[in-house]
């Protein structure tokens, strides 16, 4: 069934649940919309599994976890947005750049994959996970955001850059936002409103113009693997209000380290597929 034996295909649909179940949780406890876990997993499905060619199974992997990403973080931002932890005033004033960012990075990624860009992100994002993890409690680096200006610029280079890569914009919204002094727990509540504007234009782009592989699994449509999609959302839906619930209750500093380590993690998943 799907091409797959039936031990394959069970295995197959446990690793893409237990996938989901893991990204709906760290969408919801850091407001990373959970691509860090599904980009990798995705990869390693669709070349183990299906034997899809490497140089189109990361383009896969991007734009299927672009689309899982979307209830994922719908259910975080709204459970984000109850508890208190989303300002509303970054939202609309980052709009307009991470509408324009992630419209762009969808269009150049469907065309361009770009190993120079993975290896650059990933080194960047090495470089600020041990930083957060070593300076938890140390002083922001600023006193607020710049000017709506230089914020919207922000926003357009994080939607732009997460979205060539298949991940939450939270990778880079929630460092940005700690090193603007706004408190950890409105950091991670506002990033998940951020994945949103990730996820949606950046798999709607995705699905419609990518052109779908020969050798992808079955029911793949432009760059978006449906059958991956369909195991993976209903177990992340039920994990990212748990993830929001616990969140609550740990402290800005031991959030900032456990991000810290979630980014270190996909920085070196990043670096270790860029140079190989």
Known sequence: MFGLEWSELISTVAILAACGLAGGFLAGLLGIGGG????P????????????????????ATGTSLTCMIPTSITAALAQYRNGNTNMETIKTWAPGLIIGVLTGSLISSFYGGK??????????????????FRAKAKPMFDSLPGKLGQRIIAFCISFLSVMLGVGGGTLTVPVLNACSEKPHRSVGTSSAVSLFVGIPGALVLFFTGVTP????VFTIGYVSL???ACVIPMSILTAPLGVKIG???SPATLKRIFAVAMF???VRMLISGLS
């Open 36 to 39: 860090i876990i599904f980009v």
């Open 41 to 60: 997993v995705f990869y390693y499905i669709f070349t183990s599994a299906f034997h899809v060619d490497p140089s189109v199974a990361m383009m896969l």
């Open 116 to 133: 120079w860009l993975v290896i650059l992100f990933g080194s960047m994002m090495l470089l600020n996970s041990l930083n957060t993890f």
């Open 214 to 217: 020969d050798n992808a699994p």
């Open 227 to 229: 059958l991956a999609v």
């Open 248 to 250: 609550k209750g740990v």
């Open 265 to 267: 993690l996909v920085s």
